[in-house]
């Protein structure tokens, strides 16, 4: 990097630093209110008939969050020996104590989450483990990853995690939900701690050619088949990436790029896309002269991280069915409407940052609000869309004589006038056979079309599904807009 390259962006980080470090009135606000939810929590264990402790966690109790986020964690820790469902019970009383208007989620078992005085708080229950690899629950392990580093990450280093996290919402490759499959908060904090800041991080980061490995403790147990692997310095038998996905690693490695070659404030910002109008995607679709299809349907009723994963399963047997029969997918997208008459605290996902991975389980409680209604959908772009109506079928050389004479005949003895053959062409013999589907329309609203691996829940939903082909996709708009504008408007 040239002495202006790093004088540039040495502006801009500085310029970053003033808009994303939290400034001391608003730690001064954080704290004064995680305290008072602490000595609301300390009050509620004292009625219980066990000992328990409170300790404040994630990214807010070690100075690393970015201005503006408003969330407190909470974890109340009983005793190792403690049976889950005393858990449970003796976790949800200190939780509905502390936030009687809140609601109840799931994190392999279930906690309370609500809001106080502006913040979103999460109130969750765990086993006070001697280590982290004495795991009760998945959760437990949330307590040593903070203990881990507030230990290590000094004044310095948190301003730079910090960076890291608003320059990773800002290229959308932030969160470790399922849905987004990219950097947990817990994963950036080891990075920034491993490679010695925000500017190393980005310089290393250029250069990777995955797979990449860091082990902070040198103490990894196995081997992880994942493009990063950075393993949990508290627990060797996990890898903290494990839950992200090649695409955002790789978008992180273009941005980092593109942020030392011509750094500017606005690889920081995080715009949500202007929704597509339907006349956009009319227009789209006329200019690429390709046939969009899009199979609709209510979305399953499961919070993300269980839905999202059944949607890319389902996306992907559809694709691979378009493909056999000939209709072949030029780009294909999951999508999903905004919930249906709820407001934006409905339902969230819990993602505490010290907590992530495959391990982690989250579902919906039925104490918890009432989930509204979604629509999703299967978007493909097709370069061809309908098909003539015989196909090529071709069989064995004919000098693999067992199977080829098996083919023959079986063709052979064949009396459907619609079939052509068999014939040889080239050493191999052929059939030019009946096509069961000549145009998209008729097979995706065909039995066969729900032959392909779906995802469990969707399985039951797509019985229910609408298809629209070409043109009619823009009807879309009003409920996929911003969805739509992804598709039609890629970037990294």
Known sequence: MSDTEATD????????????????????????VAADLTARAREAIADLPVAADVVQVGSTARGTWVSGDRDIDLFVRFDADLDREQLEEYGLAVGHAVLPDGHEEYAEHPYVKGSHEGFDVDLVPCHDVEHAGDL?????????????????????????VVLAKAFLKGIGAYGSDLRTEGFSGYLTELLVLELGGF???????????????????????????DPLVVVDPTDPTRNVAAVLSAANLARLQHYARELLAAPRVEL??????????????????????????AITFDAPDLVDDQLWPQLRRSLDGIVRGLDAHGFDVLRAQAMVSADRDTDAHENDIREIETHDGPTRETAQNGNGPDRKSRRAALYAELEVAERPAVERHEGPPVAVRNHAESFYQSYADDVDPDTYGPFIDGNRYVVERERAFTTVRDYLESDDATDVALGAQVDRAFAERDVLVGDAVATLADEFGGSLREFYEPHP
């Open 9 to 32: 962006l040495d502006a801009v980080l500085a310029r970053v630093r003033e808009r994303a470090i939290p400034q001391p009135e608003e730690r001064e606000r954080l704290r004064a």
């Open 136 to 160: 009760v629950s998945a959760v437990d392990r949330t307590p040593f990853h903070d203990a881990y580093l507030s230990a290590r990450l000094d004044e310095d280093l948190a301003d730079d």
């Open 199 to 225: 500017v190393p991080l980005v310089e290393s980061a250029r250069s990777w050619h995955p797979p990449m490995e860091f082990d902070p403790e040198s103490h990894a147990e196995q081997t992880f088949d």
């Open 268 to 293: 920081f910002e995080t715009e949500p896309p202007e929704p597509l109008d339907a006349a956009g995607v009319r227009d789209h679709v006329s200019r690429r002269e390709t046939t969009p299809i």
